[in-house]
């Protein structure tokens, strides 16, 4: 990304100089000669950073730097001040100004500050660019991701909601498999009927059977009343049946009769109820090894299996870290009453190096600890779990199948990165390329920071 610098100073050798110099460096820079100038080219709403004298004819440096704060926050101000009024300049960084420098300037301090200014300016608008991602994915609610095979998932979550076929959700635990059953069911002709769910794991045989059909008064010892189950309760709505992996097969039984049938009585009861169910279910489980083992009845697995929605580990989608971690970032970020901007790049390097067992709820955990320790407004590698932390030392890349090469660099670069602890000339001289190509990529995806021989 090319930035835009704004030199205001109402002296023409000292504007036009500082304007050369950084136009040397390689950015694009704009003079004032006054704060009215300046203010008025401030609004076409193009400039990333500003330096300006404080005293000035007309509206003051001071003021300038008010009406900046007050319109963007978000862009940074330099403020050039002589020997006699540094106390003024302290005061301008009490009111919002990045730095301040001291006539006659020392041009390479200068640079540093701009160099550093630009980067927290890119890791504040990375930050706002994936926010702005996020607001797309609204549908979804937090089933976030924009990688191939998730946007397959979006795909084929569209092509079925509006139908009546039964889906069966796979992955392992923690990918956001209820999360799918969610999205299902908002975008279904069922949405403003009720979305009951049901965590079969979590019951015995007994009770998950009087969970989904109820029981009648008596039925057994403690059933003092009627009690309406899951399948009456989900009626014209949907029924989520989570691990449906762990249940008794006489209770496979008798779900594979209600979605043959649609129809059920409740235990201990002799009246036939009919209903108008759509059954979503999901697994942790290889149902076909259960089938094999004689676990799980195959008769059943077909039934619920007429849509099936493979959802992938974290591991297998990592290009799509960056959101879900801006996503739980803005989440603890509000819970918590702190100001975070973003994630250095270390730290989002050992995020793209840890492989996840936990996937997406491990992750979310990970950034919620993160925020909480967290001393800055920026996560750094000291503020993520040892775990995590330790996986930034690894000596090999993992790269999944069926990526593009371009995610596969994105992949290769930012370890490469973290390995060298964030200097781009030792990673630009690992990876065999030039600093001004590892400096462009790196701007494109909008990694900033990071060390340079300067420093």
């Not at 008798?254 to 169910?277: A, P, Y």
């Amino acid at each position: 990304m090319k930035f835009k610098l704004l030199v205001v100073d109402d002296e023409k050798n000292i504007r036009e100089g500082l304007a050369a110099a950084l136009r040397l460096e390689g950015h694009d820079v704009v003079v004032a000669a006054d704060g009215d100038e300046a203010y008025k080219r401030f609004q076409k709403g193009d400039i990333d950073l500003v330096i300006t004298d404080l005293r000035m004819p007309g509206l003051s440096g001071e003021e300038l730097l008010r009406k900046i704060n007050t319109e963007s926050p978000g862009v940074p101000v330099i403020v050039l001040t002589g020997h006699g009024t540094v106390e003024t300049a302290v005061d301008a960084m009490r009111n919002g100004a990045y730095d301040f420098l001291t006539k006659p300037l020392n041009l390479d301090r200068l640079s540093l500050l701009v160099k550093r200014a630009l980067q927290n300016r890119e890791l504040i608008l990375q930050h706002r660019r994936l926010e702005e991602e996020l607001e797309h994915n609204k549908t979804f609610e937090m089933f976030i991701g924009n990688s191939p095979a998730m946007r397959k998932i979006f795909d084929t979550i569209r092509q079925v909601a509006p139908t009546k076929a039964s889906v069966l959700i796979t992955g392992e635990s923690g990918v956001g498999k209820e999360l799918v059953a969610n999205a299902i069911h908002e975008l279904s002709p069922r949405k403003n009927k009720p979305l009951i769910k049901v965590h079969c794991a979590a019951l015995a045989a007994t009770l998950l059977e009087s969970e989904l059909f109820g029981h009648e008064k008596g039925a057994f010892t403690g059933a003092v009343g009627r009690k309406r189950g899951r399948f009456e309760l989900a009626h014209e709505g949907t029924l989520f049946l989570d691990e449906i992996g762990e249940i008794d097969q006489n209770v496979q039984i008798k779900i594979l009769r209600v979605l043959q049938e649609k129809k059920f009585e409740r235990v201990g009861g002799e009246e036939t109820l009919e209903v108008d169910v759509r059954i979503v279910a999901a697994t942790n489980r290889d149902l076909k090894a259960e089938i094999e083992k004689g676990s799980f009845r195959e008769d059943l697995y077909y039934r619920l299996n007429v849509v099936n929605i493979h959802v992938p580990s974290l591991r297998e989608r990592k290009e799509d870290i960056p959101l879900l971690a801006t996503a739980f970032l803005k989440e603890f970020s509000k819970e918590n009453g702190k100001q975070i901007d973003g994630i250095d790049p270390r730290a989002r390097t050992a995020l793209y190096s840890y492989d996840w067992p936990g996937n997406v709820r491990e992750l979310r955990n990970c950034m919620e600890s993160a925020v909480v320790l967290a001393k800055g407004s920026v996560i750094t590698l000291d503020d993520l779990p040892p775990t995590v932390r330790k996986s930034s030392e690894s000596t090999s890349i993992q790269i999944p199948l069926g990526i593009s090469l371009e995610e596969a660099e994105k992949i290769i670069i930012r370890e490469t990165l973290g390995a060298q602890k964030g200097n781009k000339s030792k990673t630009a001289e690992v990876l065999g390329i030039g600093r001004k190509t590892l400096h462009r990529k790196l701007a494109e995806w909008g990694d900033v920071s990071g060390e340079e021989d300067e420093d």
